[in-house]
C-alpha cells in the first residue's frame, strides 16, 4: 500500500534517483564503472535520508522522496515502506522541481525545501538554516562550487525560477539569482558545498565517510 503523505507546514523534498547501472552517475561510470557508481548513488541517497531523519528528530517536518527510475515498488525494497515516495515524472528539472512545489504548497506547507543527493556536507544543521532563514526570506539557496545549487527554499510558489535555466552548467545559480533579482525576491544564501559529481570530486565523498566513521 502506498504511505500517504500528511504534509506539515515545514516540508522537504529529496530528489534522487533510483540506482540502476549505467543509468545514474555517469559521469563516474569512467572511474567506478557502472556497478560502482550505482552504489554510490545508493550509499549517497541513504546518507542524507539519513540526515533528514536525525533533522526530524529535532523539528517537526514532514519529509518525501522524489525519484527519476526505478518504480515505487523497487524504491521501497530499497529504502523501505515508511517514507513516502513520489515519481518526478516528466520534463526537464526545472519541470519537475516545480511540479513538486506545487503538490507541497497546495497541500498545506508554508516552507518547503528541496535537496539532492550529490552533496556530502547537506546535515540537519544546514537544513534547520534553510528553514529558519525561510522566517525572514522568500527564497534560500545553497550554492554548489560548481555553480549550481544543491538547496531551494521557498515559502511561495514562484515558477519563473525554475524555467529558462540551463540545468546541469555552471550557469545555473548565476540565472536563477538574476530571475530573483528582476522578480523584487529576497534572498539569502547557505554556506557553499561541494558536489560529488566527477572523478575528481570522489575525495569530498571519502572524507564524509571517514569523519563519520571516525
Not at 525494497?77 to 516545480?98: K, N
Not at 538554516?129 to 562550487?145: C, H, M, R, S, W
Not at 521557498?154 to 530573483?180: H, K, Y
Not at 523584487?184 to 571517514?210: F, G, M, R
Amino acid at each position: 500500500m502506498l504511505k500517504s503523505l500528511e504534509i506539515a507546514k515545514q516540508h522537504l523534498i529529496v530528489f534522487t534517483r533510483y540506482p540502476e547501472p549505467g543509468k545514474t552517475k555517469t559521469r563516474l561510470i569512467p572511474t567506478l564503472g557502472d556497478v560502482g557508481a550505482a552504489n554510490l548513488q545508493r550509499q549517497m541517497t541513504e546518507h542524507t535520508i539519513f540526515q533528514v531523519q536525525e533533522l526530524q528528530k529535532t523539528t517537526d517536518i514532514s519529509w518525501e522522496v522524489r525519484f527519476a527510475g526505478g518504480n515505487l515498488q523497487l524504491m521501497q525494497d530499497w529504502l523501505g515502506t515508511d517514507s513516502v515516495y513520489q515519481s518526478q515524472g516528466e520534463g526537464d528539472l526545472g519541470d519537475r522541481m516545480a511540479r513538486s512545489l506545487v503538490h507541497a504548497f497546495q497541500s498545506g506547507a508554508t516552507q518547503v525545501v528541496i535537496i539532492g543527493i550529490d552533496c556530502p556536507g547537506v546535515n540537519p544543521q544546514i537544513l534547520t538554516q534553510a528553514f529558519e532563514k525561510l522566517n525572514t526570506y522568500d527564497l534560500v539557496l545553497g550554492p554548489a562550487i560548481d555553480g549550481g545549487y544543491y538547496l531551494v527554499g521557498l515559502c511561495r510558489l514562484i515558477p519563473e525560477l525554475f524555467a529558462n535555466i540551463n540545468w546541469g552548467t555552471s550557469q545555473v545559480l548565476q540565472q536563477t539569482v538574476e530571475i530573483a533579482d528582476k522578480l523584487k525576491i529576497s534572498l539569502t544564501y547557505l554556506p557553499a558545498l561541494a558536489d560529488v559529481d566527477l572523478p575528481e570530486d570522489l575525495p569530498i565523498w571519502e572524507q564524509t565517510l571517514n569523519r563519520e566513521i571516525g
